[in-house]
């Protein structure tokens, strides 16, 4: 057990109760969910009992939920199997886990606070012939909502299919209307890691990236991960928009402390709309891994744009394509979990300014 203040939700969120107990309950059951007796029936009724949680809460038809081993794979599964005889148009903004599953994509640009250039989604649709799209409903590392549904809206006019990477929104905001699908991730929303979906409109079949046995309706083989899936759907059902935005107000009363007391501090994204609980903080001149590391002495977790599956910090593609330049480098990322203490916003300022005041007396 760790102690001090995580603030690092968008990396991962710390597990639900709800989430844990689920888990627990369906490691007791043996079955595999394609055995066709009783142990194999009652394992198949909690995986569609989960499909049809996970449905409900985030909209669309049971029947057209597929369960991945996470977001990366839900989002790769919508680019492998949706995108045969299209151009791939992705935010320049987007997750490792769809550049890296789309080579060769054209990268859409944003605007300099974050939000896809809708304008220039128009062109290149225009200019693309078939197409899919693929955007973020919320950035990782700044929180920024992009306007799904105006892209939607300009899709629809070209005929496009837009995937969204509904990963950091889900539980967190509403979800957008007029996605064709939306990859989720459990442990993103308070669930066990191991566990996402990829949500479906009705109608639509992609190619899958994983054949196997054909479960899934034969669009991803392999025994359903059935305790990750059961933890998923329950984490699904305690995560509401309303219990996260609670969270807004302190991540608003930390911005504002900060600037109060670091006027040259700023807060990229901060002008568009966001997601509650994320909030991207600039420190001109001061490396991002420093101020990280100096947060972490003094038992404060968060990260240093986005964390990569090698520890290392590199330089923020999102932050560059934002403009930021060199101070791209300079900017943290604090992400407020689901159970953010209620005091986070006078022990969170209390360790910047501490860090802060020592790292200019270093630098002096
Ligand atoms: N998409 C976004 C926006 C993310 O932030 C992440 C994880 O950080 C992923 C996809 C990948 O999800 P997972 O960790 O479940 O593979």
Not at 9 to 18: F, G, I, S, W, Y
Not at 22 to 41: I, K, Q, T, Y
Not at 129 to 139: I, R, T
Not at 315 to 334: E, N, W
Request: glycine share 12%; hydrophobic share 50%; with cysteine.
């Amino acid at each position: 057990m760790t102690t001090g203040l995580s603030l690092d939700a968008n990396a991962t969120e710390p597990l639900r109760p709800e989430a844990r107990a689920a888990v627990l309950a369906a490691l007791d059951l043996p079955g595999n969910p394609s055995s066709v007796h009783a142990e194999g029936r009652a394992a198949r009724r909690l995986l569609e009992d989960a499909r049809g949680a996970i449905a409900a809460r985030f909209g669309g038809r049971a029947q057209d939920v597929v369960f991945t081993a996470g977001g990366t794979e839900a989002n790769a599964l919508a680019l492998h199997g949706l995108s045969a005889g299209r151009r791939v148009l992705v935010g320049a903004t987007e997750h490792p886990a769809v550049l890296r599953a789309a080579p060769g994509a054209t990268l859409l640009p944003v605007r300099a606070d974050g939000t896809i250039d809708l304008a220039a989604l128009d062109a290149a649709l225009a200019a693309a012939g078939p197409a899919l799209v693929c955007l973020m409903a919320a950035n990782n590392e700044t929180g920024v909502l992009h306007p799904i549904a105006d892209a939607a809206g300009l899709c629809g006019r070209y005929g496009a299919l837009l995937h969204v990477d509904a990963v950091q929104a889900a539980g967190r905001a509403p979800l957008p209307a007029g996605a064709d699908s939306l990859a989720l991730s459990a442990h993103k929303l308070g669930g066990p890691k191991g566990a996402g979906a990829l949500l479906l409109r009705p109608g639509l079949d992609p190619t899958p990236l994983i054949a196997g046995g054909g479960q899934e309706r034969g669009r991803r083989g392999g025994t359903e991960p059935l305790p990750a899936i059961a933890g998923f759907a329950a984490a699904a059902r305690a995560a509401t928009d309303q219990a996260a935005a609670r969270l807004a107000p302190i991540r608003d009363a930390i911005e504002a402390a900060i600037a109060a007391l670091a006027p040259e501090a700023r807060f990229p994204g901060q002008g568009a709309p966001r997601l509650p609980n994320t909030s991207a903080i600039l420190l001109p001149g001061v490396p991002a891994e420093t101020q990280v590391i100096a947060l972490d002495l003094a038992g404060v977790r968060v990260s240093a744009g986005a964390a990569c599956s090698s520890g290392k910090v590199g330089a923020s593609h999102v932050l560059a394509a934002m403009g930021l330049g060199g101070d791209a480098a300079c900017t943290i990322r604090m992400s407020l979990p689901w159970n953010a203490p209620e005091d986070s916003v006078e022990r969170f300022v209390a360790a910047w300014a501490a860090m802060r005041e020592q790292v200019t007396r270093r630098a002096a």
